[in-house]
């Protein structure tokens, strides 16, 4: 629904605000309250009792919004109300109950920043002590949260100042474009503070905030997203993921010119060796050189002997990624052996990174050493799982890829891109770590909507300079019956 509040305009959507604009300029991407699970999923919301009241230039909301658990039972509730007044004061009030004992991570605000005219621009931080300190958000993506112990901020945008207010609860923000969100996050609780934490039942979460224009805005600076220089322009090389095929599949990707064929291999684990051949046989069939990723176990030496063995130097390798299977990027003993691994396999391009999100090759930084490229693997559902949410966020890879591309100095490879996370490396329970395979499957892999948005991660990935990047498993791009959607956006790349 649009709503106006004086001058700006908006959506409002199941208890949140998305898209809080001024004429053209997007100012904030989202208000909404969220429930973390204690490996950081996100509950899904029902809304309940829902009214709208509305005039010109101004709006009242009000609705019940629960969090149900995966047997459908409410575990907690917010009363929501969202005002917006002639003047362009919004306020976003929440009053929660826990309906049950339940852990979290997080219960409450969280505030989306855009980042398109934001990057460099000048920010005043108002603290919960008391104290104002001046930063500017970030350019390049920030490996550590940027703004901490908040209470309220102040920002220039477009020439116009903008004011946030914050009760209830202390907050920082963090650079989502870390896991390709398009967007900087203002949240609670700072995680310093310990976690997961059991919320009692009938235990209250309440917060408010507030939004307004500043009638004494900051002075304009910065609010640019510099094109990348560090990497060469050069045609993006588009790979897949080994997987089962139909014979006709098979047939109609060797007609789409990709230039790899992903193989995954874990040397000692259980049917690691005809898994390999597998992926090897696919790779011939398919008339592909394999992008080898070897996720070796210490001592890495031995491991990749293991993996020699066994190991048919007739097959073509386009590129090697070298990996730690117990580490969230690959570790310095490693990197160290990549020269001899190398040469062992008749000197392909060899790489190292993280199988995870861009934050793991951000955060646990490395010397690469004489690696050829940097790698991390890309999925757009961290934080968000709507189908406006993903489209948005693609602007996001753009910056990750000049991010590890200017923290690296090295070719940037992406690899894989999923629609869904294979991993979750934040959960803390570490039995939920490794998502099941049915999880990862998204049923609008076979959709128009997996073509567009292939289509915009092309985009933006060919536009900040990337060298290579291999999408979804095989059998997402080819069926028994015919090409599938995603295999056309790919074709006409």
Same mark, same amino acid.
């Given at each position: 629904m649009l709503l106006h509040a004086g001058p700006f305009h908006m959506m409002y959507e199941q208890g949140s605000l998305r898209r809080i604009c001024l004429g053209e300029e997007e100012v904030l991407r989202m208000i909404y309250a969220a429930l973390r699970d204690r490996n950081w999923g996100t509950y899904p919301v029902r809304i309940e009792a829902e009214t709208v009241e509305q005039d010109a230039d101004s709006f009242v909301c009000r609705c019940l919004m629960l969090h149900p658990d995966a047997e459908g039972r409410s575990v907690f509730r917010w009363q929501v109300q969202i005002s917006g007044s002639s003047g362009g004061v919004i306020e976003?009030?929440?009053?929660?109950?826990?309906?049950?004992?339940?852990?979290?991570?997080?219960?409450? /605000? *969280?505030?989306?920043?855009?980042?398109?005219? #934001?990057?460099?621009? $000048?920010?005043?931080?108002?603290?919960?002590?008391?104290?104002?300190?001046?930063?500017? /958000?970030?350019?390049?993506?920030?490996?550590?949260?940027? /703004?901490?112990? #908040? @209470?309220?901020? %102040?920002?220039?945008?477009?020439?116009?100042?903008?004011?946030?207010?914050?009760?209830?609860?202390?907050?920082?923000?963090?650079?989502?474009?870390?896991?390709?969100?398009?967007?900087?996050?203002?949240? *609670?609780?700072?995680?310093?503070?310990?976690? $997961?934490?059991?919320?009692?039942?009938?235990?209250?979460?309440?917060?408010?905030?507030?939004?307004?224009?500043?009638s004494q805005p900051l002075a304009a600076g910065g609010g640019t997203r510099p094109l990348p220089g560090t990497v060469p322009s050069a045609p993006l090389r588009l790979g897949t993921c080994a997987s089962a095929l139909e014979?006709?599949?098979?047939?109609?990707? @060797?007609?789409?010119? #990709?230039?790899?064929?992903?193989?995954?291999?874990?040397?000692?684990? $259980?049917?690691?060796i005809p898994a390999l051949r597998a992926a090897c046989d696919q790779a011939a069939g398919l008339a592909l050189p394999l992008e080898l990723v070897l996720h070796l176990r210490a001592p890495f030496g031995a491991s990749f002997e293991a993996f020699r063995a066994v190991w048919d130097a007739a097959t073509p390798l386009a590129q090697v990624l070298l990996l730690a299977e117990d580490a969230l990027a690959t570790p310095q003993p490693l990197i160290g052996l990549l020269p001899d691994i190398r040469a062992a396999l008749g000197n392909p391009l060899a790489?190292?990174?993280?199988? +995870?999100?861009?934050?793991? #090759?951000?955060?646990? @930084? +490395?010397?690469?050493?004489?690696?050829?490229?940097?790698?991390?693997?890309?999925?757009?559902?961290?934080?968000?799982?709507?189908?406006?949410?993903?489209?948005?966020?693609?602007?996001?890879?753009?910056?990750?890829?000049?991010?590890?591309?200017?923290?690296?100095?090295?070719?940037?490879?992406?690899? $894989?891109?999923?629609? %869904?996370? %294979?991993?979750?490396?934040?959960?803390?329970?570490?039995?939920?770590?490794?998502?099941?395979?049915?999880?990862q499957a998204d049923p609008r892999q076979h959709t128009e909507f997996a073509a567009e948005w292939t289509r915009a991660s092309l985009q933006q990935l060919t536009a900040a300079g990337a060298a290579s990047a291999t999408y979804y498993l095989a059998g997402d791009l080819a069926g028994a019956l015919g090409p599938y959607p995603a295999y056309h956006a790919l074709a006409r790349a």
């Amino acid at each position: 629904m649009l709503l106006h509040a004086g001058p700006f305009h908006m959506m409002y959507e199941q208890g949140s605000l998305r898209r809080i604009c001024l004429g053209e300029e997007e100012v904030l991407r989202m208000i909404y309250a969220a429930l973390r699970d204690r490996n950081w999923g996100t509950y899904p919301v029902r809304i309940e009792a829902e009214t709208v009241e509305q005039d010109a230039d101004s709006f009242v909301c009000r609705c019940l919004m629960l969090h149900p658990d995966a047997e459908g039972r409410s575990v907690f509730r917010w009363q929501v109300q969202i005002s917006g007044s002639s003047g362009g004061v919004i306020e976003f009030g929440i009053d929660g109950e826990a309906l049950v004992d339940v852990w979290k991570n997080r219960a409450g /605000f *969280c505030v989306l920043h855009p980042i398109r005219g #934001l990057g460099n621009a $000048p920010v005043e931080l108002l603290h919960t002590d008391g104290s104002r300190s001046r930063s500017v /958000f970030p350019d390049l993506i920030a490996a550590a949260n940027p /703004f901490h112990g #908040l @209470r309220g901020m %102040r920002w220039a945008a477009g020439g116009r100042g903008y004011r946030l207010d914050f009760e209830g609860e202390v907050f920082e923000t963090e650079d989502q474009r870390n896991w390709t969100d398009a967007s900087y996050k203002t949240f *609670c609780t700072p995680l310093a503070r310990p976690f $997961p934490v059991l919320l009692r039942r009938g235990e209250r979460v309440q917060q408010r905030i507030r939004f307004q224009p500043d009638s004494q805005p900051l002075a304009a600076g910065g609010g640019t997203r510099p094109l990348p220089g560090t990497v060469p322009s050069a045609p993006l090389r588009l790979g897949t993921c080994a997987s089962a095929l139909e014979p006709e599949a098979a047939a109609w990707l @060797r007609t789409l010119g #990709l230039s790899h064929l992903r193989a995954d291999v874990y040397p000692g684990a $259980p049917g690691w060796i005809p898994a390999l051949r597998a992926a090897c046989d696919q790779a011939a069939g398919l008339a592909l050189p394999l992008e080898l990723v070897l996720h070796l176990r210490a001592p890495f030496g031995a491991s990749f002997e293991a993996f020699r063995a066994v190991w048919d130097a007739a097959t073509p390798l386009a590129q090697v990624l070298l990996l730690a299977e117990d580490a969230l990027a690959t570790p310095q003993p490693l990197i160290g052996l990549l020269p001899d691994i190398r040469a062992a396999l008749g000197n392909p391009l060899a790489g190292v990174g993280t199988d +995870f999100n861009f934050a793991e #090759l951000n955060r646990n @930084r +490395f010397d690469p050493g004489a690696a050829d490229f940097v790698s991390f693997s890309l999925h757009p559902q961290e934080h968000a799982f709507d189908d406006q949410s993903l489209m948005e966020n693609t602007e996001a890879q753009y910056d990750a890829v000049r991010s590890a591309a200017a923290v690296y100095g090295l070719p940037v490879h992406v690899s $894989p891109i999923t629609l %869904r996370k %294979r991993f979750n490396p934040y959960a803390s329970d570490p039995a939920q770590r490794a998502v099941p395979r049915s999880s990862q499957a998204d049923p609008r892999q076979h959709t128009e909507f997996a073509a567009e948005w292939t289509r915009a991660s092309l985009q933006q990935l060919t536009a900040a300079g990337a060298a290579s990047a291999t999408y979804y498993l095989a059998g997402d791009l080819a069926g028994a019956l015919g090409p599938y959607p995603a295999y056309h956006a790919l074709a006409r790349a």
